[in-house]
């Protein structure tokens, strides 16, 4: 497989956690508008985001799970800079435990309008018994929660410390394909909010093979 080409301004951002000792990890992706990254830059943003996570997501997610290195790659090049924060932090959604694919999912609101898949997270292990009204669909206060907790996370973001020469960071859709051929520069969409699905989600990959 070719490798993909350079995204300049972005930079790949893998939360990495256990779930019940398996490692599951969500992938995000950054851009502040700079054409290279120091390293004190990406470690300042990896634990910049480790600490909103913290905040933010760990109150979604079952005690089965915790967060604890976040990896920040720059992809302006391949020779490019990778910053890391790291702990053990657990979530704060009660102890009851679902298999690995249970999820919530998180759909991304961008500005482009196009056919096709739109950016998600999946979080595993929404936790308490509380948080369900039917075995397929979530409550309202939890979905009540996971849309504050949402907010205040892309809020966070916005204030975090800027890079040298750059604007401020923002959290974003990274388009590496337009109708199905591969971007010379690929196109990094900012999100503007999170919507939260009211059904149950699975992401059946985390079940391994």
Not at 65 to 92: C, E, I, M, N
Not at 102 to 123: M, N, S
Not at 132 to 158: E, H, K, V, W
Request: charged content about 10%.
């Amino acid at each position: 497989m070719p490798a993909l080409p350079n995204a300049p301004g972005s930079v790949r951002v893998a939360v990495a956690g256990t779930f019940n000792g398996r490692t599951v990890a969500n992938i995000l992706h950054f851009n502040a508008g700079v054409s290279a990254y120091t390293q004190s830059e990406l470690n300042g943003l990896a634990t910049s985001v480790r600490a909103t996570w913290v905040t933010n997501m760990l109150p979604l997610i079952t005690s089965a799970y915790s967060v604890t290195t976040v990896t920040t790659t720059d992809l302006t090049s391949p020779t490019a800079f990778v910053g890391s924060a790291t702990g053990s932090d657990p979530g704060g959604s009660g102890g009851v435990t679902q298999s690995a694919q249970v999820a919530t999912c998180i759909t991304w609101r961008i500005g482009r309008h196009y056919r096709g898949g739109h950016p998600r997270t999946y979080l595993v292990g929404p936790g308490a018994a509380s948080n369900y009204t039917l075995p397929g669909s979530f409550s309202g206060a939890f979905l009540t929660l996971t849309a504050t907790r949402i907010a205040a996370m892309l809020t966070a973001i916005g204030g975090f410390t800027p890079p040298s020469g750059g604007v401020p960071w923002s959290l974003c859709c990274l388009h590496y394909k337009l109708n199905g051929a591969v971007l010379t520069l690929p196109t990094p969409d900012p999100i503007t909010a999170g919507v939260v699905n009211a059904r149950v989600d699975t992401q059946r990959r985390r079940l391994g093979h």
